[in-house]
């Protein structure tokens, strides 16, 4: 009999990637499983769930949740505790202080990160935050300390970081180099470097500045200082920096500040209007055109129907809406960019890394189960024509997603011209040639860069 169990560490903390890769590992013995710190909005996840009991509701913010669903909850509890016993192991080997870090990385529920971050900047060290659900007057607040004390605040919400080619949280093998990348997103950070460095380059330092940094209430604060910082920093020789459109007046800032600067800059603001720039500032409409990466592109295959779009990366969905748009074509997202023609849309690009489909489950990233989900039902749908991917491997990924990919396509009765890019390089992992080499093996087409995948699937339908 199906049944929903729930076990309470009291006062025990796991990083929050940790959990989620046991999750994943009790995920296969067909259960259906979420570790969660027992803060109210986690609660309230498990409960929407269906993964709460009472047990669990008695959970204190100080506590874990360990919760199961299925004919084996209770073998799965079992399991969890080992899989916690063993991981907490390895970390007690760790020592309790490192004098010489000068980097903080903080990964734990968002109503718990501010006061941490606040602690490690009055200490003098630069702060990455990984955790979200960070309010945004804490997150105006922590920039403004560590402006005043000339630190870098990456986050909340950062989940990429290059840091002295140390690559940080969700990111890739990238060899050192003299180019400086400031980016709100993470997925837009590893496309850029990962391009970069498939191109030859390489880079200096990759900043994460978190996804509201360059809105009206935050101001741009951590932008800019990174690109004081990486103007300061005599490895790096001209700078790219990523986003989505800021709010009006912070753009302003932005181009005015990047104009000052002694060396050439890229504002790769995706989905923005035409930009006055000084002659020193180049604007890129894509990722791809920001890296200064060329692909060579051919495609034989015609196809009809509507594109569906299944990324796991909210900037790769951004850029390929772009180029589909630059196309002529309407299309749709659960995460649209400016401009976009909505209303009637045949196409839609559908970002898996949302809110809306990671409450109580990983990100599909870590766990590309959910994407697997959403290609069968679109490899099942007679209106679709093409489907279109992103592949991202790189450290905190998935070990195998194109396998994960492969799988689904080789059990459908029903073929489609399947369409990918892999974001990711040689020394990743999972190995970039690995991973198109496996895609190809079950008739993918992948491209050179998500945008050139995009081009390819416009084109498959200009035939």
Do not use: W
């Amino acid at each position: 009999m199906t049944s929903v169990k729930n076990l309470v560490r009291r006062g025990f903390y796991a990083d929050s990637v940790a959990l989620m890769r046991i999750a994943r590992e009790l995920q296969k013995g067909d259960v259906e499983a979420s570790l969660m710190i027992g803060s109210p909005s986690n609660k309230a996840l498990l409960k929407e769930s269906g993964l709460l009991s009472k047990e669990g509701a008695g959970a204190g913010p100080d506590d874990l949740i360990i919760a199961v669903k299925g004919k084996r909850a209770s073998e799965a509890l079992v399991l969890a505790e080992k899989l916690l016993i063993s991981g907490s192991s390895d970390a007690s080997s760790l020592p309790a202080e490192l004098p010489e870090a000068n980097l903080v990385l903080i990964s734990i529920p968002g109503e718990f990160a501010a006061a941490e971050a606040r602690k490690a900047l009055e200490r003098g060290l630069h702060v990455m935050i990984f955790s979200d659900n960070v309010p945004l007057k804490e997150e105006v607040a922590l920039k403004r300390l560590a402006a005043s004390k000339g630190l870098l605040l990456m986050g909340p919400d950062c989940g990429t970081a290059l840091i002295n080619g140390t690559p940080v949280a969700f990111a890739n093998a990238v060899p050192r180099g003299d180019i400086g990348i400031v980016a709100a997103s993470g997925t837009g950070l590893q496309e850029v470097s990962c391009l970069i460095a498939r191109s030859g380059g390489g880079v200096s330092h990759g900043i994460g500045v978190g996804g509201r940094d360059l809105s009206r209430e935050v101001g741009g604060r951590m932008t800019l200082a990174a690109l004081d910082a990486l103007e300061a920093d005599p490895a790096t020789r001209r700078i790219i920096v990523i986003s989505k459109p800021p709010a009006p007046s912070v753009t302003k800032t932005i181009v005015a500040r990047a104009g000052r600067s002694r060396k050439p800059v890229v504002l790769c603001l995706l989905g923005s209007k035409k930009i006055k720039t000084p002659e020193n500032v180049r604007l890129a409409r894509t990722l791809e055109e920001a890296a200064g990466f060329k692909p060579k592109e051919s495609l034989k295959a015609k196809a009809k129907g509507r594109i569906a779009g299944l990324f796991c990366g909210g900037t790769l969905c951004a850029e390929a809406q772009i180029v589909l748009m630059d196309h002529g074509l309407k299309v749709a997202s659960n995460a649209p960019v400016p401009g976009a023609r909505e209303r009637g849309a045949p196409h839609v690009l559908t970002d898996l890394g949302d809110d809306e489909f990671t409450r109580g489950r990983p990100h599909p990233m870590i766990d590309p189960a959910l994407r697997n989900e959403h290609l069968e039902r679109a490899l099942k749908d007679r209106a679709v024509g093409v489907v279109l991917l992103d592949v991202v491997i790189g450290y905190g990924a998935h070990a195998d997603p194109a396998g994960l990919i492969s799988s689904v396509l080789n059990k459908s009765k029903r073929k489609l011209l399947v369409i990918a890019s892999v974001t990711g390089t040689e020394g990743d992992p999972q190995v970039y040639s690995r991973q198109v080499r496996t895609l190809k093996g079950a008739g993918v087409v992948v491209a050179g860069s998500n945008a050139a995948a995009a081009r390819l699937a416009a084109a498959a339908l200009e035939r």
